[in-house]
């Protein structure tokens, strides 16, 4: 879905707030079996193509994890401040 936004012919703003599990989606260095899709190169594309992409704080946290292990672009962010932030600015809001 992120994707399909951020193509030139529909070009919205697009920011991606990941919480519980899904923060494991930046994590880098992911190697899923051959057929497999890669939530690390998908992230990334998004990334260049100039989508936010921020993690629950305290999710990363709890898992272990450090800025230094997720891919280039992501962020580490407040528990719900950025999220927060996000939804007030925002005229459509998508949750998965």
Do not use: H
Request: hydrophobic share 40%; aromatic share 6%; glycine share 10%.
């Amino acid at each position: 879905m992120a994707r399909s936004l951020t193509i030139a012919s529909i070009g919205m703003k697009v920011n991606i707030f990941l919480t519980g599990d899904a923060v494991i989606t930046a994590k880098k260095g992911q190697n899923p079996p051959k057929g497999y899709y890669n939530l690390e190169e998908m992230l990334k594309e998004l990334i260049e193509q100039g989508v936010n992409v921020v993690t629950c704080r305290t999710c990363i946290n709890a898992r272990g994890l450090t800025q230094d292990e997720l891919v280039k672009g992501a962020q580490i962010g407040t528990t719900f401040g950025n999220l927060a932030k996000w939804v007030k600015e925002s005229q459509k809001v998508l949750t998965f």
